[in-house]
C-alpha cells in the first residue's frame, strides 16, 4: 500500500510511502490505532515511536522521522495513546503508567506479527514513557529520547493554576495545544509517585538523549538529568536551535537520521530474523549475541523471538531466562502439555495443571538413587498442581503421566550432541 505517511490521500509533505494502519488491544481491552511504516524489502530492524503529550502518531514529528527512519532501512510502529488521535477510551481516564501499559502493549503487537522492536523511541513525556517501559521491553536493543523531561512530573508545568484546582476539586479542564482536556487527581497523583531515576540507571543498555538548548517547554537540564542517571553505553546530541515540538521538517529528519545511525551499531550484522523468512522457517533454534551486554544472546525459533542471559550474580544483565532456567520450563511446558492431552483424552476433570521448578546442582552421594556415586550431579525438582474435581487414583496417574513427556525422557535417556562450524547445507 503506497499512501502518505501521515495516513492522508493528498500527502502535505513530500514524497510517500508504505503504511499501513493497524489496530490492536492495550491491558484493558481498548483498541488502540497505529501505523505501521515500512520500505519495501526487509527491515533492518523495528523501531517503536511515542509521542509527545497529547498529541498523536500523526504528528509532524512522528511523521517526519518515521519518514527518515523507513529511508533509513528501519520499519516503524507509531500509535496514539489511549484517548488520543484514531485510539478509543477516554483521555480524562488515562495518566502516565497507563501511557507505558500501551506501550508495551505496542511493543507486544509488534513482536508477535512482525519481530522485536530493536530500537525504542520517545519524544517529550513519550521519552519518559519509553525510560519507564524499558525493563518491560527486553528484548530492545536500544533507546532513543528526544525533547523528554527528567521526571514525568515536569508535565504539571503546562496545567498552569489548574493544578491546584485539580488538588482540590478532583479535576479540572486544562487547554494545551489550543485544545481542552480533562485532568484528574489520579493523574497528578500517578506523574508524582514515579522512581524515574532508579528505572534510567538499570536500563543499562544504548541510550541516545536528544534535545535542543532552547527547548522552552522541557528544559535542556532534564537532558542532563537523564544523561547523568543513565549507565554506558549513552550519547547526547544537541538539536541546536529546534523547538520541542520539532515543527521543522529538517530537525526532525536530522534527529531522525542520527538515531538511525547510531541504533546500527547495536543491530545485530544480518537483520533479525522475521515471520516467514528462511531462519524463521528453516526448523532450526537460532542463537546468537546481541552485541550488547555480557552475555545476551537473541533466540529464533520458527516465528518467536526472545533472549537468554545470566543474572546480574553472574556478570550478566538478567535480561532474559538463564539456560538452565529455559532447560526446566522446556520439561514444565512438556509437562502440562502432556498431562492435558492424557486428561483430555480420558475426558477427567482437570481444570488447570501448573507446573513449577527448580535446578540445583548436589554432590551425587547426596542421591540415593542415583547411579553416580562421586562429583556433582543435576537436579531438576519438579512440582506439579492439578485443579479440578480429580480423584485421589486419577491424581496419581496424572503424576505418573508427567514422567513420561518427551523432554523426561530425553533427559533421562544417553543424549549425543554434535559440533561443527557453519549452518547444515
Known amino acids: 500500500m503506497r499512501t502518505c505517511l501521515a495516513g492522508h490521500g493528498n500527502c502535505p509533505y513530500s514524497g510517500a510511502m508504505s503504511t499501513t494502519p493497524i489496530t490492536f488491544p492495550n491491558a484493558h481491552g481498548t483498541l488502540l490505532a497505529g501505523r505501521l ?74 513482536r508477535a506479527r512482525h519481530g522485536a522492536p530493536a530500537l525504542v523511541i520517545g519524544h517529550s513525556l513519550g521519552g519518559a514513557a519509553i525510560l519507564a517501559a524499558g525493563a518491560r521491553i527486553p528484548d530492545a536493543q536500544a533507546f532513543a529520547t528526544i525533547g523528554a523531561p527528567f521526571e514525568p512530573e515536569h508535565v504539571t508545568h503546562n496545567f498552569g493554576a489548574q493544578v491546584r484546582q485539580i488538588e482540590t476539586e ?46 522552552k517547554t522541557v528544559d535542556i537540564s532534564n537532558a542532563g538529568g537523564i544523561f547523568q542517571a543513565a549507565m554506558h553505553p549513552k550519547s547526547f546530541v544537541s538539536l541546536d536551535d529546534a523547538d520541542h515540538l ?8 536530522y534527529a531522525a537520521s542520527v538515531i538511525a545511525a547510531w541504533a546500527a551499531r547495536y543491530l545485530p550484522a544480518t537483520a533479525q530474523p522475521q515471520p516467514g523468512s528462511a531462519a524463521a522457517t528453516d526448523g532450526l533454534v537460532h542463537v546468537a549475541e546481541r552485541g550488547t551486554g555480557a552475555y545476551t544472546v537473541a533466540i529464533t525459533a520458527g516465528a518467536h523471538h526472545w533472549l537468554g542471559d545470566e ?42 495443571v501448573s507446573v513449577a521448578l527448580s535446578h540445583a546442582k548436589i554432590h551425587a552421594r547426596d542421591c540415593a538413587e542415583c547411579e553416580t556415586r562421586a562429583g556433582q550431579i543435576d537436579r531438576i525438582e519438579r512440582f506439579i498442581t492439578f485443579e479440578g474435581d480429580l480423584d485421589a487414583a486419577q491424581r496419581q496417574r496424572l503424576l505418573e503421566i508427567a514422567d513420561m513427556c518427551p523432554v523426561h525422557r530425553t533427559l533421562h535417556s544417553e543424549v549425543q550432541v554434535t559440533t561443527r562450524e557453519g549452518l547444515p547445507q
Open 37 to 110: 511504516d515500512q520500505p519495501e524489502d526487509t527491515p533492518r530492524g523495528w523501531a517503536l515511536f511515542a509521542h509527545c503529550f497529547t498529541c498523536s502518531k500523526d504528528s509532524r514529528a512522528a511523521v517526519f522521522i518515521a519518514r527518515a527512519l523507513v529511508e533509513a532501512g528501519f520499519g516503524v510502529l507509531r500509535f496514539d495513546f489511549t484517548g488520543l488521535g484514531e485510539s478509543g477510551g477516554d483521555f480524562a481516564d488515562t495518566h502516565f503508567s497507563s501511557n507505558v501499559d500501551d506501550l508495551v502493549a505496542a511493543a507486544d503487537w509488534l
Open 170 to 215: 478532583g479535576r479540572a479542564t486544562v487547554q494545551l495545544g489550543g485544545r481542552d482536556f480533562t485532568i484528574d487527581r489520579a493523574f497528578l497523583e500517578d506523574v508524582r509517585g514515579q522512581r524515574q531515576a532508579e528505572r534510567i540507571r538499570a536500563l543499562r543498555r544504548p541510550l541516545m538523549v536528544l534535545h535542543s538548548p532552547i527547548d
Open 246 to 253: 520539532l515543527s521543522r521538517k529538517e530537525d526532525a529528519r
Open 311 to 352: 543474572p546480574a550474580s553472574v556478570g550478566g544483565d538478567d535480561l532474559g531466562p538463564s539456560p538452565y532456567q529455559m532447560l526446566s520450563a522446556a520439561l514444565g511446558a512438556c509437562t502440562a502439555m502432556t498431562v492435558r492431552m492424557y486428561a483430555n483424552r480420558k475426558q477427567w476433570p482437570l481444570a488447570r
